[in-house]
């Protein structure tokens, strides 16, 4: 039993820390950054993965129980919410920001992206087989 408990422990500890290096990512690229969406961008990613691995460590730490349904809910919840939030506030941001060329190319016409990926990646394909890749 008591092996049990270690190997709960380590695995909960684990999963705390994860959490908390990717709070720590977070925070570095919201200050960090320039422009907005790249800040929404590494906070939205945090968000989502930092509360998930804090709270599956939570979960692990407390073991089966009426408490582990409940952070399971949790978890699902900012799974769904964030994700749907920061892509909210995102598109508010592109509609709203009259200085967004200045930042980012912006294609009125999206033919015009596609053809430009596609004339990309005929250009790289030469340079992958010369490398001896398949």
């Not at 129980?65 to 769904?80: D, E, Q, S, Y």
């Not at 909210?88 to 920001?97: C, H, I, K, S």
């Amino acid at each position: 039993m008591q092996a049990l408990q270690m190997i709960r422990l380590i695995a909960g500890a684990a999963l705390l820390l994860c959490g908390l290096g990717i709070f720590f990512v977070e925070v570095y690229g919201s200050f960090h950054f320039d422009y907005v969406l790249n800040r929404m961008h590494a906070a939205a990613i945090g968000d989502t993965l930092g509360i998930s691995f804090s709270l599956i460590g939570l979960m692990v730490f407390n073991g089966l129980n009426f408490t582990t349904m409940k952070l399971a809910l949790l978890v699902i919840f900012f799974w769904v919410a964030s994700p749907i939030s920061s892509h909210m506030l995102a598109r508010l941001e592109v509609t709203t920001n009259t200085s967004l060329k200045q930042h980012c190319d912006v294609y009125e016409d999206l033919s015009v992206l596609e053809k430009e990926l596609s004339q990309r990646q005929k250009e790289e394909e030469p340079r992958g087989k010369e490398a001896g890749q398949p």
